[in-house]
């Protein structure tokens, strides 16, 4: 079922060219049906990539999803032109009244940084409690991952010496999780991060579950079932060429950095990175999508009325 976007969002015309179905918006509205609301609360630096990563992901489900761009209000971004933040985002305050089947919380480079000295912190924790009364179920990426199980569960995040970059395999945990149905055994993520969280550090906390997990990069997947919480801290939605592009980025900056883990052919910078991981991003969005659409409640005002 294609996705519903803005046609003249920028993520329209590239998801067009790659062959992706695509709803306008005079096509959406003859419909006789209720398009899953999902919400994208998107705090990376490049906004527009990061549109189209989640959208291509959102646009594979077999229902129909709208999607609406979300930004923090107590935060002006320096990487993506004003005029499109005024076209295609609304504030969260703008959104605050809405309810959302889904919303999707991205990361953002700053692991580094103690959660109380992120000056949109507290806007970030108001939009978590939020999330419990006018959403239906959420996920949170990587930052914002190990952001919401620190907001919900106190869970610690550990600092890195060096950062932890490359593409990882991840063993599964809990294979009757409906996050990772039909995912293998092992699979591989990309993984771009200071920190990483341990599975002990999420061991005995309420309602906690550890879906997979590296043995040198801690966890992965995790969720809280009960809440419809899924957290997944590494990138499956990532290009191809997403690793490399920071890599390169780095090296012509001056900043000293290696090269990604298990990502270039023979680690060979100038050889194209194949995606390995594909299938399993495309899978973990359908997945999750599914489950809003077999748990949410068809009337969406009834969201958070239970």
């Given at each position: 079922m294609p996705i519903k976007i803005p046609?003249?969002?920028?993520?329209?015309?590239?998801?067009?060219a790659e062959g992706v179905r695509v709803m306008p918006e005079a096509a959406a509205v003859r419909q006789d049906i209720r398009p899953m609301q999902i919400g994208l609360l998107n705090l990376m630096p490049n906004k527009i990539k990061t549109e189209l990563q989640i959208a291509r992901l959102l646009a594979a489900t077999p229902l129909q999803v709208e999607l609406s761009l979300v930004r923090l209000g107590t935060h002006t971004p320096k990487n993506t032109p004003e005029d499109h933040m005024m076209t295609f985002y609304s504030t969260w305050e703008e959104v605050y009244s809405r309810k959302f089947d889904?919303?999707?919380?991205?990361?953002?480079?700053?692991?580094?940084?103690?959660?109380?000295?992120?000056?949109?912190?507290?806007?970030?924790?108001?939009?978590?409690e939020w999330t419990r009364s006018n959403v239906h179920a959420t996920m949170?990426?990587?930052?914002?991952?190990?952001?919401?199980?620190?907001?919900?569960?106190?869970?610690?995040?550990?600092?890195?010496?060096?950062?932890?970059?490359?593409?990882?395999?991840?063993?599964?945990?809990?294979?009757?999780?409906?996050?990772?149905?039909?995912?293998?055994?092992?699979?591989?993520?990309?993984?771009?991060?200071?920190?990483?969280?341990?599975?002990?550090?999420?061991?005995?906390?309420?309602?906690?579950?550890?879906?997979?997990?590296?043995p040198e990069r801690g966890v992965s997947l995790a969720a809280t079932p009960a809440a419809r919480r899924l957290y997944v801290l590494d990138h499956l939605e990532y290009d191809a060429t997403s690793l490399a592009d920071e890599y390169f980025r780095d090296v012509k900056a001056g900043i000293s950095i290696k090269l990604p883990k298990n990502y270039?052919?023979?680690?060979?910078?100038?050889?194209?990175?194949?995606?390995?991981?594909?299938?399993?991003?495309?899978?973990?969005?359908s997945n999750?999508?599914?489950?809003?659409?077999?748990?949410?409640?068809?009337e969406i005002a009834r969201i958070g009325a239970d």
């Amino acid at each position: 079922m294609p996705i519903k976007i803005p046609d003249t969002l920028p993520a329209y015309e590239a998801l067009m060219a790659e062959g992706v179905r695509v709803m306008p918006e005079a096509a959406a509205v003859r419909q006789d049906i209720r398009p899953m609301q999902i919400g994208l609360l998107n705090l990376m630096p490049n906004k527009i990539k990061t549109e189209l990563q989640i959208a291509r992901l959102l646009a594979a489900t077999p229902l129909q999803v709208e999607l609406s761009l979300v930004r923090l209000g107590t935060h002006t971004p320096k990487n993506t032109p004003e005029d499109h933040m005024m076209t295609f985002y609304s504030t969260w305050e703008e959104v605050y009244s809405r309810k959302f089947d889904g919303f999707i919380v991205t990361g953002t480079p700053l692991e580094t940084v103690p959660y109380e000295d992120v000056r949109s912190w507290p806007e970030v924790r108001q939009i978590f409690e939020w999330t419990r009364s006018n959403v239906h179920a959420t996920m949170f990426v990587c930052w914002g991952a190990m952001a919401a199980l620190y907001h919900f569960h106190g869970a610690p995040k550990r600092q890195l010496s060096e950062k932890a970059f490359g593409v990882y395999p991840q063993k599964i945990l809990a294979p009757t999780s409906p996050y990772v149905s039909g995912f293998a055994d092992n699979f591989a993520t990309p993984i771009s991060r200071w920190a990483q969280i341990e599975p002990e550090d999420l061991s005995g906390r309420e309602g906690l579950e550890i879906l997979a997990f590296n043995p040198e990069r801690g966890v992965s997947l995790a969720a809280t079932p009960a809440a419809r919480r899924l957290y997944v801290l590494d990138h499956l939605e990532y290009d191809a060429t997403s690793l490399a592009d920071e890599y390169f980025r780095d090296v012509k900056a001056g900043i000293s950095i290696k090269l990604p883990k298990n990502y270039f052919p023979g680690d060979n910078p100038q050889a194209a990175p194949p995606n390995t991981w594909r299938a399993h991003g495309h899978l973990l969005l359908s997945n999750w999508v599914n489950e809003l659409y077999q748990t949410t409640p068809f009337e969406i005002a009834r969201i958070g009325a239970d």
